[in-house]
Nanobody
Framework: QVQLVESGGGLVQAGGSLRLSCAAS????????MNWYRQAPGNQRELVAG???????NYADSVKGRFAISRDGAGPTVYLQMNSLKPEDTAVYYC?????????WGQGTQVTVSS
């Protein structure tokens, strides 16, 4: 079983920055991908950014140039540096790990951007 614990959410003014962290523990198979999703009230959960153990990275168009995902090599911690935050970035952010066998989710962390 894999556990994911997010941290780093909070309240920030528009234009500000936050850094989210997600630490995974348990039996983690490689290769895998660690991803950040977000869900705003009334909206579907959407992929924000993802990074694989091989270093491949992808971003949603809405965050390209503002957010940066990284991980500690092939290790179990992933980060999301969020810059130039906008009110529309307000959502619960979820960490996800997919190892081709199962998909695991964290409990989510709230990010609120005030205008």
């Amino acid at each position: 079983q894999v556990q994911l614990v997010e941290s780093g959410g909070g309240l920030v003014q528009a234009g500000g920055s936050l850094r989210l962290s997600c630490a995974a523990s348990g039996t983690i198979f490689s290769p895998n991908a660690m991803n950040w999703y977000r869900q705003a009230p009334g909206n579907q959960r959407e992929l924000v950014a993802g990074i694989t153990t091989g270093g491949s990275i992808n971003y949603a168009d809405s965050v390209k140039g503002r957010f940066a995902i990284s991980r500690d090599g092939a290790g179990p911690t992933v980060y999301l540096q969020m810059n130039s935050l906008k009110p529309e970035d307000t959502a619960v952010y979820y960490c996800n790990l997919f190892d081709s066998r199962k998909s695991y989710w964290g409990q989510g962390t709230q990010v609120t951007v005030s205008s």
